[in-house]
């Protein structure tokens, strides 16, 4: 069992930087991989970034490879999302999500269906 609270959303001009951070609590030890998901306005969910709990083998979508960056502080049980350069289109809910059956082993960590836990989400809004 693991709860995610997310934060550090807000509104930001395009070229902005935000510092999103996930919290965790419960058996955190037991998680396999841990996710940052985006829901845009009216779109489906969609994979942003992955780390694994030894804080490597990071992931990231093609639509924000070298502005984002996913890091993770076991000590501090947060998982980060630095995210530079933004752009309107990076405006959506963002959520962050912790795999804790091996649901990548199955789908990837690039899909949904893999995550078990969720936060509830902090909404980026990046402005032209």
């Known amino acids: 069992q693991v709860q995610l609270v997310e934060s550090g959303g807000g509104l930001v001009q395009a070229g902005g930087s935000l510092r999103l951070s996930c919290a965790a609590s419960g058996r955190t030890f037991s998680t396999y991989y841990m996710s940052w998901f985006r829901q845009p306005p009216g779109k489906e969910r969609e994979f942003v970034a992955s780390?694994?709990?030894?804080?490597?083998?990071?992931r990231y979508a093609d639509s924000v490879k070298g502005r984002f960056t996913i890091s993770k502080d076991n000590a501090k049980n947060t998982m980060y999302l630095q995210m530079n350069s933004l752009k309107p289109e990076d405006t959506a809910v963002y959520y962050c999500?912790?795999?804790?059956?091996?649901?990548?082993?199955?789908?990837?960590?690039?899909?949904?269906?893999?995550?078990?836990?969720w936060g509830q989400g902090t909404q980026v809004t990046v402005s032209s």
């Open positions: 999500a912790a795999d804790m059956t091996a649901g990548f082993r199955r789908v990837g960590v690039f899909s949904a269906s893999a995550y078990d836990s």
């Open positions: 780390i694994a709990w030894s804080g490597r083998s990071e």
